[in-house]
Protein backbone atom coordinates (compact mmCIF):
# COMPACT_ATOMS: atom_id res chain seq x y z
CA UNK A 1 0.00 0.00 0.00
CA UNK A 2 2.21 2.51 -0.92
CA UNK A 3 1.45 3.35 -4.47
CA UNK A 4 0.50 7.02 -3.36
CA UNK A 5 4.18 7.95 -2.41
CA UNK A 6 5.12 9.30 -5.61
CA UNK A 7 4.63 9.24 -8.96
CA UNK A 8 7.30 9.35 -11.74
CA UNK A 9 8.03 12.61 -12.58
CA UNK A 10 8.82 12.66 -16.58
CA UNK A 11 11.30 14.75 -17.29
CA UNK A 12 11.65 16.20 -21.05
CA UNK A 13 14.12 15.03 -23.11
CA UNK A 14 16.15 17.85 -23.11
CA UNK A 15 16.51 18.49 -19.68
CA UNK A 16 17.65 14.42 -19.39
CA UNK A 17 20.55 15.53 -21.44
CA UNK A 18 21.35 18.54 -19.56
CA UNK A 19 21.80 15.99 -16.49
CA UNK A 20 23.41 13.64 -18.44
CA UNK A 21 26.04 16.37 -19.21
CA UNK A 22 26.34 17.14 -15.70
CA UNK A 23 27.46 13.69 -15.16
CA UNK A 24 30.30 13.80 -17.44
CA UNK A 25 34.02 15.11 -15.38
CA UNK A 26 35.02 18.37 -15.62
CA UNK A 27 37.16 18.84 -18.86
CA UNK A 28 38.20 22.10 -17.97
CA UNK A 29 41.81 22.05 -16.79
CA UNK A 30 41.28 24.00 -13.98
CA UNK A 31 43.79 23.71 -11.01
CA UNK A 32 44.04 20.79 -9.20
CA UNK A 33 40.88 21.75 -6.97
CA UNK A 34 39.16 18.42 -7.94
CA UNK A 35 41.78 17.03 -6.17
CA UNK A 36 40.34 17.32 -2.67
CA UNK A 37 36.84 15.61 -3.84
CA UNK A 38 38.05 12.42 -5.18
CA UNK A 39 35.71 10.77 -7.67
CA UNK A 40 35.34 7.17 -6.31
CA UNK A 41 34.99 4.00 -8.52
CA UNK A 42 34.46 7.13 -11.20
CA UNK A 43 31.25 7.05 -10.29
CA UNK A 44 30.74 10.48 -11.39
CA UNK A 45 29.70 12.05 -8.36
CA UNK A 46 27.48 9.32 -7.05
CA UNK A 47 29.12 9.10 -3.96
CA UNK A 48 28.79 12.56 -3.13
CA UNK A 49 25.33 12.50 -3.89
CA UNK A 50 24.67 9.76 -1.23
CA UNK A 51 25.39 12.11 1.36
CA UNK A 52 22.64 14.43 0.53
CA UNK A 53 19.94 11.99 1.68
CA UNK A 54 18.42 13.58 4.33
CA UNK A 55 18.38 16.89 1.57
CA UNK A 56 16.49 14.71 -0.52
CA UNK A 57 13.92 13.65 2.08
CA UNK A 58 13.33 17.51 3.06
CA UNK A 59 12.66 18.55 -0.80
CA UNK A 60 10.67 15.84 -1.15
CA UNK A 61 8.21 16.61 1.86
CA UNK A 62 8.96 13.15 3.58
CA UNK A 63 7.93 13.36 6.69
CA UNK A 64 11.04 13.04 9.41
CA UNK A 65 9.99 11.91 13.42
CA UNK A 66 12.61 12.93 15.97
CA UNK A 67 12.79 10.10 18.62
CA UNK A 68 15.86 8.84 20.96
CA UNK A 69 18.04 11.39 19.43
CA UNK A 70 17.83 10.13 15.58
CA UNK A 71 15.49 10.97 12.81
CA UNK A 72 13.04 8.54 11.46
CA UNK A 73 10.67 8.21 8.09
CA UNK A 74 8.34 5.83 7.84
CA UNK A 75 9.62 2.76 5.73
CA UNK A 76 8.26 3.03 2.15
CA UNK A 77 8.78 -0.91 2.16
CA UNK A 78 5.39 -1.56 4.12
CA UNK A 79 2.94 0.06 6.10
CA UNK A 80 4.37 2.10 8.60
CA UNK A 81 2.44 3.97 10.81
CA UNK A 82 5.12 4.49 13.25
CA UNK A 83 8.38 5.41 12.02
CA UNK A 84 10.75 2.61 11.51
CA UNK A 85 13.18 3.34 9.13
CA UNK A 86 16.49 5.50 10.82
CA UNK A 87 18.02 7.73 8.93
CA UNK A 88 21.54 6.81 10.39
CA UNK A 89 24.02 10.05 11.48
CA UNK A 90 26.71 8.14 12.35
CA UNK A 91 29.95 8.74 9.83
CA UNK A 92 30.70 5.13 9.20
CA UNK A 93 26.36 4.34 7.98
CA UNK A 94 25.53 8.07 7.15
CA UNK A 95 23.58 8.03 3.48
CA UNK A 96 21.96 4.96 4.56
CA UNK A 97 18.80 4.66 5.96
CA UNK A 98 17.59 1.76 8.16
CA UNK A 99 14.06 -0.22 8.78
CA UNK A 100 14.12 -1.92 12.36
CA UNK A 101 10.92 -3.40 11.38
CA UNK A 102 11.43 -5.09 8.35
CA UNK A 103 15.36 -4.75 8.16
CA UNK A 104 15.93 -3.44 4.94
CA UNK A 105 18.38 -0.83 4.66
CA UNK A 106 17.71 1.65 1.50
CA UNK A 107 20.42 4.55 0.48
CA UNK A 108 19.27 7.91 -1.22
CA UNK A 109 18.96 6.14 -4.93
CA UNK A 110 17.11 3.36 -3.26
CA UNK A 111 14.59 5.93 -1.56
CA UNK A 112 14.32 7.71 -4.84
CA UNK A 113 13.49 4.44 -6.77
CA UNK A 114 10.33 4.25 -4.27
CA UNK A 115 9.78 7.78 -4.56
CA UNK A 116 9.93 7.85 -7.83
CA UNK A 117 7.42 5.14 -8.67
CA UNK A 118 10.46 3.07 -10.68
CA UNK A 119 10.29 -1.07 -10.26
CA UNK A 120 13.96 -2.69 -8.22
CA UNK A 121 16.45 -3.28 -10.49
CA UNK A 122 19.35 -2.21 -11.57
CA UNK A 123 18.40 -1.17 -15.12
CA UNK A 124 16.30 1.60 -13.16
CA UNK A 125 19.46 3.04 -11.00
CA UNK A 126 20.05 5.72 -13.57
CA UNK A 127 16.23 7.07 -13.11
CA UNK A 128 16.93 6.85 -9.53
CA UNK A 129 20.02 9.24 -9.64
CA UNK A 130 17.94 11.63 -12.26
CA UNK A 131 15.48 11.38 -9.62
CA UNK A 132 17.98 12.99 -6.98
CA UNK A 133 19.48 15.08 -9.46
CA UNK A 134 16.03 16.77 -9.92
CA UNK A 135 15.17 16.51 -6.32
CA UNK A 136 18.16 18.70 -5.35
CA UNK A 137 18.15 21.22 -8.22
CA UNK A 138 20.48 19.73 -10.25
CA UNK A 139 18.94 19.28 -13.15
CA UNK A 140 18.47 23.35 -14.27
ZN1 LIG B 1 10.55 -1.57 6.70
Same mark, same amino acid.
Given at each position: ?11 PA ?41 EY?? *?? /?? =????? !??? $??I ?7 D ?6 NA????A ?6 A ?5 D *?? /?? =????? !??P $????Y ?10 A ?5
Amino acid at each position: MHGDIGKALPLPAELLAIINNITQPCSVPAKNTRQSEPAVRGDNGKTALKGRLREYIA *VR /GI =AVTKK !GGQ $EWINCPLHDDDSPSMQINASDKYAGILKCHACGASLD *VF /GL =ARITA !GLP $EGRRYFPQAVQEVKAALGMGQ
